[in-house]
């Protein structure tokens, strides 16, 4: 006689709860969305995101957004650039392949800048686009507010405020209070 052990199944024992990424609430114009941010920073809250189908310039300043990375990686690639250039022609001109043209000398430093500045802008650009990708952490095929249903709404007409349950201050009933009380057009949990 064999005995077997009754088979259970997965789902009745999956009693792990998953943890929220955060909340969001969508509001109807960027007014509204400027405002509930305001409020959001000033009642604590540091890790939270706004997304619109356009650019809001306050956004930027409230949630604390700074541009200074990206100009320095613009430079970083504009100075290799130019300066690559300078050695590339240097060293062809000069140690590789030195020819005497019409009396002038091995380093002829003006008909270098031509090259070096294309190349200066060049890598510039290079430099600007990969750094712009890296630092939007961009590409993300996949973001956990592409769960809420509503958020496909994001790219036409709506606006909304993500805060994420990683914030110091997040408790799920007291943070979802807050955001219903910004005249939000609906408060959704944001799955991972």
């Not at 650019?55 to 604390?64: K, N, P, R």
Request: negative net charge.
């Amino acid at each position: 006689m064999s005995s077997q052990l009754p088979i259970e199944g997965t789902a009745a024992k999956k009693v792990a709860l998953q943890p929220l990424y955060g909340l969001m609430a969508e509001f109807r114009d960027e007014h509204e969305l400027v405002a509930a941010t305001r409020a959001a920073y000033e009642q604590g809250y540091r890790k939270m995101e706004a997304y619109t189908p356009f650019f809001v310039e306050e956004l930027a300043e409230i949630l604390g957004v700074r541009g200074r990375r990206l100009p320095l990686i613009v430079l970083a690639g504009g100075i290799i650039g130019g300066g690559g250039g300078l050695l590339m022609q240097w060293f062809s001109a000069t140690i590789h392949y030195p020819l005497n043209i019409g009396g002038r000398p091995y380093a002829s430093w003006p008909t270098f800048i031509p090259v070096s500045f294309e190349l200066t802008i060049l890598l510039a650009g290079i430099f600007g686009l990969l750094g712009m990708f890296a630092l939007n952490g961009l590409p993300e095929p996949y973001h956990p507010v592409f769960n809420v249903p509503r958020f496909t709404q994001a790219s036409r007409d709506r606006f909304f405020l993500c805060i994420e349950s990683r914030d110091p201050h997040f408790d799920l009933a007291q943070t979802r209070q807050f955001m219903e009380g910004l005249r939000a057009q609906g408060v959704y949990e944001v799955e991972p």
